[in-house]
């Protein structure tokens, strides 16, 4: 799951919703969704047994709830471990700046805008293959 959220590097998170014990997060990537198809902007991440969802404010050490999470617009910056759950550095326009989305769940599902599940090593591959197409650009 770590990997995963770092690897949404710079995605807008603009969606949660819950259904039973699950979080589904729409995240604008459209670098990564392109590689995808050519027409696709945003991904579906699936929070499996989630029983912590919540972003913490820098500015005011404030605890947002999932309800207004995504009403922020947040950019997914980096994910850390801390103690027991996943730890993910988002920043923001506005007052709040930033903070930190806080995540315990027991699995990542990726998918699709057509919701079509990508398994982990596909989107490992996809992630490279961006990365590496990114660096030989930037070479030139």
Sequence with gaps: MLRT???LHDGIINSIS???YDILIGVDIVYLAERIN???????????NCNLLTFKAWS???YIEIENI???ELEINKAEFVSD???????????IVGGDLIIKASKVRIYDEKYNEIPI????????GYWKGFNKDFDK
Excluded: A, M, P, W
């Excluded at 050519?38 to 499996?48: D, G, K, N, V």
């Excluded at 759950?85 to 007052?95: F, K």
């Design 5 to 7: 959220f770092n690897q």
């Design 18 to 20: 819950s259904e039973n």
């Design 38 to 48: 050519s027409e696709y902007c945003y991904l579906h991440i699936r929070l499996i």
């Design 60 to 62: 005011t050490n404030e």
């Design 70 to 72: 995504h009403s922020l």
């Design 85 to 95: 759950h996943i730890e993910v550095s988002c920043l923001c326009d506005g007052s």
């Design 121 to 128: 090593n596909d989107f490992d591959e996809i992630v490279k």
